[in-house]
């Protein structure tokens, strides 16, 4: 039985809705990491452009999703007791300010856009949303937080 207090505020229908969000920006951010290494082993502009639009994609995606967990964060004292989630929130927060800039920086040419910056800021942020996703996974499956019955 899913504890009522821990249930997510913004919801569609009774489903979550930050859940449903958050696979789109994990797509987009390990996708620039996977075209970033392609530019790098055959400089096609091809791989630095999808590089671009996948942060791009990502960014909006990320902020829709920051938007609604957010919102279920700050509206539940008990969601905001938790450890993990404050490193969810910090972290995540941390990955969408370093995509914004990995998307500036990916706005350059090709070359440099991509190497080395790029795809080091790449790297961290699908390092550090391992790390994010690991949090959120635990705040779901160890604590119940918007599960819906």
Same mark, same amino acid.
């Given at each position: 039985? !899913?504890?009522?207090?821990?249930?997510?505020?913004?919801? &569609? #229908?009774?489903?979550?809705?930050?859940?449903?969000?958050?696979?789109?920006?994990?797509?987009?951010?390990?996708?620039?990491?996977? !075209?970033?290494?392609?530019? %790098?082993? !055959?400089?096609?502009?091809? %791989?630095?452009?999808?590089? #671009? %639009?996948?942060?791009?994609?990502?960014?909006?995606?990320?902020?829709?999703? #920051?938007?609604?967990?957010?919102?279920?964060?700050?509206?539940? /004292?008990?969601? /905001?007791?938790?450890?993990? $989630?404050?490193?969810?929130?910090?972290?995540? $927060?941390?990955?969408?300010? &370093?995509?914004?800039?990995?998307?500036?920086?990916?706005?350059?040419? #090709?070359?440099?856009?991509?190497?080395?910056?790029?795809?080091?800021?790449?790297?961290?942020?699908?390092?550090?949303?391992?790390? !994010?996703?690991?949090?959120? %996974?635990?705040?779901?499956? /160890?604590? /119940?937080?918007?599960? $819906?019955?």
């Amino acid at each position: 039985m !899913t504890d009522q207090s821990l249930r997510a505020t913004v919801r &569609l #229908a009774k489903h979550p809705i930050h859940p449903m969000l958050v696979p789109f920006p994990i797509v987009c951010f390990t996708g620039a990491l996977v !075209t970033d290494l392609a530019y %790098w082993r !055959t400089a096609d502009i091809m %791989w630095a452009d999808f590089s #671009a %639009w996948l942060l791009l994609a990502g960014l909006l995606m990320g902020i829709l999703a #920051a938007i609604a967990g957010l919102i279920d964060f700050l509206s539940n /004292r008990l969601i /905001r007791d938790k450890s993990h $989630a404050w490193l969810h929130l910090i972290g995540n $927060a941390i990955v969408l300010i &370093l995509s914004f800039f990995n998307a500036l920086i990916h706005s350059r040419d #090709a070359w440099t856009s991509v190497v080395p910056t790029g795809l080091i800021l790449s790297a961290v942020v699908v390092l550090l949303m391992l790390f !994010t996703g690991w949090m959120g %996974w635990s705040l779901v499956y /160890r604590y /119940r937080v918007g599960v $819906a019955d």
